[in-house]
């Protein structure tokens, strides 16, 4: 069997443009649902934010105009969107095309990271958080909401371990196995906290949870 850490290859032009087409349409309800959590978890964030895996903007109208934002978005059919939401919320958006594993930017050069949804198809989670903790300043916060593995020898996590293979094609080469509270734990940052929570069906398949959010201070 695969390592969870095991990513899909890389998707064609065709697959992420549909991706791009219909992701709103797709996370519409979980949107709704997660969108008490998420005004919590992003308050307080200010000054230079880098998001990695912005989608198509989403997090958006739970952020500040004043903040200074660079997108990292692999899905160049997705920038679009992100343009005109950051817009509509007030935000001067720069966007690179690139992966969380390789942040065009300064050692401590930012306030805040955020994630969302997103460390689950990194094709190198160390990597990709060894990155993060580099560019955060001394005190800098990366801010996560994260669906996880289940608990080993739970039937949720049997579940998971057997559909991952096929979950990724689907899924944007999404790991539903992958231990990410573990993983932050393990990245050098000073202090992490973590909340751990299930949603519902709907909005959300039952082997997309658990979730976590939180935040991993440098």
């Given at each position: 069997m695969n390592t969870p850490q095991a990513v899909a290859r890389p998707r064609s032009g065709l697959y992420r443009r549909m991706m791009a087409r219909f992701y709103d349409r797709m996370m519409a309800d979980y949107e709704t649902w997660i969108e008490a959590r998420k005004h919590t978890l992003f308050s307080g964030v200010s000054g230079r934010v880098i998001e990695v895996g912005p989608g198509?903007?989403?997090?958006?109208?739970?952020?500040?105009?004043?903040?200074?934002?660079?997108?990292?978005?692999?899905?160049?059919?997705?920038?679009?969107?992100?343009?005109?939401?950051?817009?509509?919320?007030?935000?001067?958006?720069?966007?690179?095309?690139?992966?969380?594993?390789?942040?065009?930017?300064?050692?401590?050069?930012?306030?805040?990271?955020?994630?969302?949804?997103?460390?689950?198809s990194v094709p190198d989670l160390p990597q990709a958080l060894t990155e993060i903790h580099r560019v955060l300043k001394p005190g800098g916060r990366l801010i996560f909401l994260e669906h996880v593995a289940a608990a080993r020898g739970t039937g949720l996590?049997?579940?998971?371990?057997?559909?991952?293979?096929?979950?990724?094609?689907?899924g944007d080469g999404c790991c539903i196995n992958r231990d990410i509270g573990t993983a932050i734990r393990a990245a050098g940052f000073s202090t992490v906290h973590l909340e751990e929570f299930r949603v519902p069906r709907p909005p959300a398949p039952p082997w997309v949870s658990p979730h976590i959010m939180g935040h991993a201070t440098r």
């Open positions: 198509t903007g989403n997090n958006f109208r739970h952020l500040p105009a004043t903040i200074e934002w660079l997108g990292i978005e692999p899905n160049p059919y997705m920038h679009e969107s992100l343009r005109q939401k950051a817009h509509a919320a007030g935000i001067k958006p720069r966007l690179h095309a690139g992966v969380a594993g390789a942040l065009p930017e300064a050692d401590a050069s930012a306030d805040y990271v955020i994630s969302t949804l997103v460390f689950c996590r049997l579940i998971q371990n057997l559909i991952r293979p096929a979950w990724q094609v689907i």
